[in-house]
């Protein structure tokens, strides 16, 4: 019975994710898709990086390096500093953020596990104000068969130009074939403002298939990584994207 709950779980996962798509959030060249897993005690130090080359321009690439710390058996955070580099300009500091994850359930307590991640950025740029962004993790799985989706919502505050706040979506399939290597897909998508679909030609969605996997180095010490390649197909404007990221766990 608990196995049908979790098959249910799975399949309202993937039936949302394709309402997403088919019809959220800029996506940034270093982004990563969040699990709502918390781990007390645990640190880490994580570097992410990703290069995006659209379709007539030049390739545009990002990384970060942050530390984590898992402050009690529901609350994760960590700190970043991000970098970027573009339209052919040399790499330059880019921003400070502070993420923070909760996990609001207990791993197999329910059909579905959930999750809530918050993100203050503060740009280098200050005319781009106070960058936020939050929303619901879910995570489900059946056998050996992973699947998650992050519905997730943007503005920038006290920022010199006027915006409204823009909706996007993650979503992943891993299959845990062994602990070392896993593989599946990823995609990432911004369909416009959260109170209005943009036009399918303004909208962003990326898939590809991606590889992940955790090796142990004895007591909690551990590297865990994953890396995706994801092609644009809403439009040939937003091109390709290669993205990676590497934690150091102890």
Known sequence: ????????????????????TGNAIAVGAADYVYVPAVSYGEREIDFKSGSIKKSGERPESAASIGFGYGVTDYWF???????????GNGTAFDAFEWENKFQLTQPGQYPIDVGFITEIERPQD?????????????????????????????RNYRAAAANAMRAGYQWQVKYRWMPVFEFGAQGFGDVGNWNRIAPRSEQTHL???????????????????NAAYLVGVSDTRHGNWLRTQVEYEF
Not at 1 to 18: C, E, L, P, R
Not at 126 to 151: A, D, M, W
Not at 210 to 224: D, E, N, P, S, T
């Open 207 to 225: 898939i590809g298939p991606a590889v992940f996997g955790k090796i142990a180095l004895g007591g909690r010490h551990a590297i865990r990584y």
């Open 1 to 20: 019975m608990k196995s049908n709950f979790k098959i249910i779980g799975a399949a309202a996962i993937v039936v949302t994710t394709v309402l997403l």
């Open 77 to 87: 955070t960590e700190v970043y500093g991000k970098y970027k580099r573009a339209e």
């Open 126 to 154: 200050h005319s781009e104000g106070y960058e936020v962004k939050f929303g619901p993790l879910l995570q489900t799985e059946f056998g050996k068969t992973q699947l998650n989706l992050n519905v997730l919502f943007q």
